[in-house]
């Protein structure tokens, strides 16, 4: 493993290095899925190495991000992180973006999220964290109910979709929530 | 100066002048004291280009001898949304009431003037008298957020309310 910080049952994560720009940049143009967002934007290299960069720049910084890789081979799948940190109401909203497609829906996003939630509560001491989840992103609105997170509510009229306004919807977690989540996750995984 | 159209009874608010660099404490949105230097590289970041702006920080006085004892930001992006923060005086006592004032005179013009399809306002739970003012303006509550807002004490849920817009008959999943 490099240079991990956390290590879960499968994935650990690490700090994004200039060196991934390329790999993410790879990452999301291939992408499959249309319904994330209002539809999919290729992101280049030289502006995935410019967000790292800055991003790694200030001690008390307003985001924080990971590389999530695979022990068994290292290979970088995706990253996640937390921006819009309020270092005072020790508050942030997280986010996690994973690919490729073939690696999606087997329990990657949930181990990585644990580590994730693990360092927000138990390292940074956050109080809460938010999501947001675009309502036609049905997948990641049930992972995130998996990991723990409650809905709050909705942002309406958050964009276009199909020819329609739709929600963004809001969840929120508190660490009771993540710890009781985290557990049963741990107890089926290792069964 | 009166903006004829954001007067109430109590409360007025108009856009940011010079002199306001002096007051900061009532008005900038900080939890860290911001002195008057800090506060006139905010005025001058606030004033131009004007017509490129998507942040306006709007100062909220007393109609009776026109103190400055807050202020509104509101935050556009596409000029479909926008998210409005009140930051007001710490030195006053009825801050509540005084905010929930400004809410009656905000709300209408960026939902009925400006036709926003929506108009967020996020505060604490314990805000009572602004919330009153949120439902007498038929705004809904849309998220609560759980112990998201730390508050004397404790911390306390944030609530963002929304006005939206019945105006805009757009279909809607």
């Given amino acids: 493993m490099r240079n991990p910080i956390l290590i879960g049952e499968r994935v650990y994560i690490r700090p994004l290095e200039e060196s991934d720009a390329q790999l993410l940049a790879d990452i999301y143009a291939a992408e499959t899925d249309t319904f994330n967002e209002r539809g999919r934007l290729p992101i280049g290299p030289l502006a995935w190495k410019k967000w790292i960069v800055e991003t790694h720049k200030e001690a008390y910084p307003s985001e924080v991000n990971f590389a999530v890789c695979l022990i068994e081979n290292d ?14 109401n020790r508050t942030a909203e997280s986010v996690s973006d994973f690919g490729p497609a ?19 509560f138990d390292i940074l001491h956050l109080h809460a964290l938010r999501s947001e989840i675009f309502e036609p992103n049905t997948r990641s609105a049930a992972a995130v109910t998996k990991q723990g997170y409650k809905l709050a509510g909705r942002w309406h009229y958050e964009d276009i979709k199909n020819g329609v306004m739709r929600d963004t919807l809001v969840f929120d977690i508190l660490r ?6 985290r557990d049963a996750w741990r107890a089926r995984e290792r069964k | 100066m009166r903006v004829v159209y954001l007067t109430g ?18 008005w900038f949105n900080s939890l860290v004291p911001a002195n008057e230097v800090r506060a ?16 306006f920080t709007f100062i909220i006085a007393r109609v009776s001898d026109d103190a400055v004892i807050g202020s509104v930001q509101l935050s556009i992006g596409d000029w479909r949304v926008v998210n409005v923060r009140f930051h007001m005086a710490p030195m006053l006592s009825d801050a509540d009431e005084l905010r929930a004032d400004a809410l ?3 709300i209408p013009w960026l939902r009925d003037e400006f036709e926003f399809m929506a108009v967020r306002l996020a505060l604490p739970d314990n805000q ?3 919330i009153a003012a949120a439902e007498e303006l038929n705004m809904v509550l849309s998220v609560r957020l759980r112990e998201f807002v730390p508050v004397p004490g404790g911390r306390a849920d944030e609530l963002i309310y929304e006005a939206l817009n019945s ?7």
């Fill in chain 1, 75 to 88: 290979q970088l799948i995706g990253h996640n992180g937390i921006v819009d940190i309020n270092w005072i």
């Fill in chain 1, 102 to 120: 073939e690696l999606r829906s087997k329990g990657y996003g949930t181990d990585a999220k644990h580590l994730l939630l693990e360092y927000c």
């Fill in chain 1, 176 to 181: 009771p929530d993540w710890v009781a989540a």
């Fill in chain 2, 9 to 26: 009874d109590r409360v007025h608010l108009r856009p940011l002048v010079e002199a306001d660099k002096e007051c900061a404490i009532a």
């Fill in chain 2, 40 to 55: 006139a590289q905010s005025l001058e970041n606030q004033v131009y280009p004007y017509w490129a702006a998507t942040e």
């Fill in chain 2, 104 to 106: 009656r005179l905000i």
């Fill in chain 2, 128 to 130: 009572t008298a602004t």
């Fill in chain 2, 167 to 173: 105006r805009w008959e757009v279909p809607h999943a």
